[in-house]
């Protein structure tokens, strides 16, 4: 709680670097209840760096009613699954982040469908009406997670066809 303290000292932060400070769940929820209890609008934190905080699934879905607020996501190496990016990407919260880093978790093809899916719908909307824009995705880190090589070309050949604008680094 010091740490909300000291951010809530500074209203003008636009980025906060938590990386290798165990928050784990507990104080992953009591850090998005704060972010959420001063109005959105009143925050400026766009870039939110929690690598290494043992989020697990469970913190990595507490960060949900912010992703409609940052504009970057670090969260490598946190023991996320694909049970927890499912959870994340089937959620009907807007998702505004325009880069996604998941490197070294523990995701594997149930969560790349899930976020292809996600991204691809989004996408496919804004074609039809570029006012429903729901997703600036532009980046997604899943490098070092359990994907095969195989999963990555297929994902690569769908997402050229159905989602160009959206880079997947493997």
Same mark, same amino acid.
């Given at each position: 709680s010091m740490l909300l303290n000291l951010i809530s000292l500074s209203p003008n932060l636009k980025s906060l670097d938590l990386?290798?400070?165990?928050?784990?769940?507990k104080g992953c929820t009591d850090m998005v209840m704060w972010m959420t209890e001063n109005?959105?609008?009143?925050?400026?934190l766009r870039s939110l760096e929690v690598s290494g905080c043992g989020l697990g699934?469970?913190?990595?879905?507490?960060?949900?009613?912010?992703?409609?607020?940052l504009t970057y996501l670090g969260a490598r190496d946190n023991g996320i699954t694909s049970a927890g #990016? %499912?959870?994340v990407m089937t959620s009907t919260q807007m %998702? !505004? #982040?325009?880069? #996604?880093?998941l490197a070294g978790n523990q995701i594997g093809e149930p969560g790349?469908?899930? #976020?292809?899916?996600?991204? !691809? !719908?989004?996408?496919?909307?804004?074609?039809w009406n570029p006012k429903q824009l729901t997703s600036t995705i532009e980046t997604v880190n899943l490098s070092n997670n359990d %994907?095969?090589?195989?999963l990555a070309?297929?994902?690569?050949?769908?997402?050229? %066809?159905?989602?160009?604008?959206?880079?997947?680094i493997w």
């Open positions: 990386s290798n400070n165990y928050l784990g769940p109005e959105k609008e009143n925050f400026s699934d469970d913190g990595f879905c507490k960060l949900l009613p912010v992703l409609d607020a #990016l %499912i959870t %998702i !505004q #982040l325009q880069c #996604l880093d790349v469908h899930a #976020l292809t899916e996600r991204f !691809q !719908q989004e996408h496919k909307r804004s074609l %994907i095969s090589s195989a070309a297929s994902t690569e050949a769908f997402l050229k %066809i159905h989602n160009p604008l959206l880079t997947v």
